[in-house]
């Protein structure tokens, strides 16, 4: 029988030995490095304003002649910076798109957020292969019309000699081709209609092309509202136009499902399910409606007024305008959201040490006499000493998370506000704030911030955003561009504002002081009144007393915002005439 | 004792011995998947804490120069190992690159009110950043070292202190640029480098006191972290 337990001893331990490796295995297996990922290490291509400003967007419906003249300028700009491929717009009806070849990216101040240059995505695309990507280059052009698409990437495309991105007609939604490396000797006048979904009944704008080998440069074209003709500086009466598909919500949905987003736009790396931070640590957010989805956050309710403009959902680092119209409604429009790099270091702090404590334990004497019979004795009790170490030093107990205030009361304060009708100073957005075009460098600053704090974040993919709001002005640069129209026959409203917040610096440190300006445009047909901006300032802003000025006349209010910090609210006084503007401006330190 | 209870005692003898081992073997293993617990502030003892942090999934992977400039009260002295020696001093701030995951040893002398006394602290680098291109230097992760951190290790504590980015939607408004760096206490008992990640992203480790190297002259090339690569920014 004991042998018996011997050998069944025997197994458990085996057993045991098996189970010790497993987990210890797989324990020390966690322990190492992940294998290293060599696009991990890539930096991000940033291209400086003269690439920026070569970047076209192509339309599908374009003539062979202005594709070839775009591809020219792609080419360029591919020399450039290494075989960045430009963005495709298709679904463009040509009718909306005037002849030229200084083919620039038109881009509202809304949609400037959304340029991103999202480091090696195309190779993500290529990896996941969820998205049909023609890698290598060597794709046989001259497909038939209706081909069939291949699940390996190899889509039927419209190449035109080098570099042309992929030109699609009647409007796909989904899986856009890519055309990666050039060298294609398509033919360049087949429209193809392949196992792409077509959504041909209403016609879609987006705009994305990706480049397999190296960078993407990724562009998204947010319309924020509808246009019509009048709206639209440079063709009256001009109907036709990019039609937006009312079903299409702000993320894009119906162009890049889920999956590809997730996928293919995050950036170069990023963080593992349980673990890991955002580098969102080290930029300052700004503005936007961090809840309703446009300034980045991902729920849908976003700053609400009533009635009786009492304010609700406006958190910390919101900017938000609201207005009443003619016919009685309050309407809330957010701005642009601004990232400032300006990270903050602190430390935490723990102090340590062992000591040695004499600990004496002293009994008290005892002097006892025992009697016996035979004689008596007296026994005395010694001194004992024992030695305690400490368990643990003693700690400190200080206050964790104590603010402390730095300025001014909880208190609302009605301050005089002084008149500010000359913004010649902010020169860094002139024509973004006195002329309302954007041009190359108002892109590029207003972008950049954004752009540094997207590159290494995730979900920016194409995006589309459709709201049935009044229209929208485009701008455009040397000569007649691009336009992009958005037909608005559905759409009534004639009420519309726009709040634009640009910043002096895009990068801080403490003690620095910023000097935030916003400007609001009404560009609806009807005048707008009671317009109020609000701008709910972050912890780490500290409001300067006495920087607030505005172009037109209005009042300006400071008050607690209930986390130690205070929001600004600018009261225009006078109703806003359409077509009409103004600029608020106000300064901040960074702490 | 007969060879009947000769072989029943060695039996039960080799029973006990199998379950002990057993149950060590298994609580081993236990203890090992516990210790593996990410940021718990236990790492494994005899590995690379800034390994383990850093080849967590999805975390930066070693290989990046991170920017970090060391601050120590005025008119100390601070030098990095570099091939098992401590080589050039330089007076604080000290604008260096240091590898990601790697642990250096650092030696800073000259410390105000104790003229002639040593430290030797150990930095690690958890994070890095991600400023805009362009602005690395200008924007390095910050150590600040102040005189009563050198003072409580001369005194024979051990004071560790992991820097964190502030999270901005939480931060404390208070003024950056003034004084020292913000710093949270952490009590007996508590993890730091928890409380740095309930605070923010903690980027980088630092530790002092509780070792020196031998008098002799000879010094263990343990004691150096293996000498890690960096580069100096700024003397």
Redo the contacts between chains.
């Keep these: 029988m ?2 018996q ?2 050998r ?3 197994a ?2 085996i ?3 098996v ?6 295995g ?3 297996q ?5 294998p ?2 060599p696009f ?2 890539n ?2 291509l ?1 291209l400086d304003n003269q690439q920026v400003e070569r970047l076209p967007v192509q339309n599908s419906n374009q003539n062979p002649s202005q594709v070839a003249a775009i591809s020219q300028v792609n080419n360029q700009v591919n020399n450039q910076v290494n075989n960045v491929v430009p963005v495709l717009a298709n679904n463009v009806n040509k009718n909306n798109i005037a002849n030229t070849t200084e083919n620039r990216s038109i881009l509202h101040a809304r949609e400037i957020r959304q340029v991103t240059f999202a480091g090696d995505m195309a190779r993500d695309n290529y990896r996941y292969n969820n998205y049909p990507v023609n890698s290598s280059g060597n794709s046989s052009g001259n497909p038939a019309a209706n081909p069939t698409v291949n699940s390996s990437g190899n889509f039927p495309v419209n190449y035109q000699n080098n570099n042309v991105p992929v030109n699609y007609q009647n409007g796909y939604q989904n899986n856009l081709p890519v055309n990666s490396s050039g060298n294609f000797s398509g033919n360049s006048s087949e429209n193809y209609s392949g196992n792409l979904r077509n959504n041909s009944s209403s016609e879609l704008s987006s705009t994305y092309l990706g480049n397999s080998n190296r960078d993407v440069l990724q562009v998204s074209l947010q319309t924020s509202r509808g246009a019509d003709a009048s709206g639209v500086s440079g063709v009256s009466g001009d109907n036709s136009g990019i039609k937006i598909d009312p079903a299409l919500n702000d993320v894009g949905a119906g162009v890049l499902n889920a999956g590809v987003l997730n996928n293919e736009f995050n950036g170069v ?9 955002w ?7 700004s503005g936007g409606d961090g809840n309703n989805g446009v300034g980045g956050g991902l729920g849908n309710s976003g700053v609400m007024v009533d009635r009786d403009w009492n304010v609700s959902n406006f958190e ?2 919101d900017t938000v305008a609201h207005y009443d119209t003619v016919d009685g409604r309050t309407e809330v429009e957010s701005s642009n959201r601004l990232n400032i ?13 062992v000591v040695n404590t004499d600990h004496t334990t002293a009994l008290a004497e005892v002097n006892q006499q025992v009697r016996t019979g035979t004689g008596k004795t007296a026994e005395k009790a010694g001194r004992a000493t024992q030695e305690f170490v400490a368990g ?7 206050l ?1 998370g ?5 300025t001014g009361a909880a208190l609302e304060t009605n301050q005089a506000i002084g008149g500010y009708s000359n913004f010649e100073g902010v020169s860094l957005y002139a024509d973004t704030l006195r002329l309302m075009k954007l041009g190359s460098a108002e892109i590029i600053h207003l972008a ?1 911030g954004c752009e ?1 704090a997207r ?2 974040q995730g979900a920016s993919g194409i995006k589309i955003k459709a709201s049935y709001r009044a229209p929208m002005s485009m701008s455009a640069e040397k000569g007649v561009g691009q336009l992009f129209k958005i037909d608005d026959s559905a759409i009534s409203d004639k009420s519309k504002l726009r709040l634009i917040k640009v910043a002096s610096k ?2 801080a ?3 620095d002081i910023i000097e935030f300006t916003l400007r609001f445009d009404n560009l609806g047909t009807e005048p707008l009144g009671n317009i109020t901006i609000m701008d709910n300032l ?3 802003l ?1 409001f300067i007393q006495g920087s607030a000025m505005s172009s037109v006349p209005s009042g300006f209010v400071v008050e607690s915002n209930g986390v ?2 205070f929001t600004l609210r600018f009261e225009i006084t006078d109703p806003l005439e359409a077509g009409q503007f103004g600029v608020v401006q106000f300064r901040c330190r ?2 | 004792m007969n060879g009947k209870d000769k ?2 005692f060695r ?2 003898i ?2 006990l011995a ?2 002990f ?3 060590f ?2 609580n ?3 203890y ?2 516990a ?2 617990t ?2 718990t502030g236990q790492p ?1 003892p005899g ?1 690379n804490p800034a ?2 942090w ?11 120069y991170q920017p970090v400039k060391i601050n120590a009260p005025e008119g100390t002295q601070i030098a990095f190992a570099v091939q098992n020696r401590f080589v050039e001093r330089v007076k604080s701030p000290y604008l260096v690159g240091l590898l990601l ?1 790697a642990n250096y040893r650092l030696r800073i002398t000259d410390i105000k009110l104790h003229p002639g006394k040593e430290l030797f602290p150990s930095v690690t680098i958890l994070q890095r ?5 362009g ?1 690395e230097l ?2 390095p ?4 070292l102040t005189q009563e ?1 050198l003072e ?1 290790a001369l ?24 004084g020292q ?10 993890d ?2 928890q ?2 990640y309930n ?3 903690p ?1 980088a480790v630092i530790q002092l ?1 509780g070792r020196a190297p031998a008098s002799s002259g000879y010094v263990e090339p343990f004691f150096f972290h293996g000498s890690p690569p960096l580069i100096q920014l700024k003397k």
């Design positions: 004991w042998f337990i011997g069944l001893s025997c458990v331990l057993f045991c030995a189970l010790s490796v497993l987990f210890g797989s324990c020390l966690q322990s190492s490095l992940n290293v990922d991990a290490l930096p991000v940033q790396w990023r963080p593992g399910a349980n673990f890991g931070f580098p969102n640590a080290e930029y300052l957010a910390v680092g790099y300006a990270p903050r270091f602190a430390a935490v702090r723990k102090v340590e040490g643990y030093t003693r700690g400190r107990d200080d964790r104590m603010r402390a205030r730095v950049e540094n590159e290494w895009r990068t440190k403490s003690g972050t912890t780490r500290e130690s910090s960074v702490l | 072989f029943m039996s039960i080799f029973f199998n379950i081992l057993a149950l073997l298994v081993s293993s236990y090992i998947f210790q593996m990410p940021y494994i590995i390994a383990q850093a080849g967590f999934p999805g975390e930066p992977v070693a290989g990046n995951g950043t991600y400023p805009p291109r602005k200008e924007y992760i910050q150590i600040d951190d409580l005194s024979g504590r051990f004071v560790t202190r992991v820097i964190y980015l502030e999270n901005p939607q939480n931060a404390l408004p208070i003024r950056g640029d003034l760096q913000p710093t949270t206490e952490a009590r007996a008992g508590e730091p480098l409380i740095a605070l923010g992203k980027v006191g």
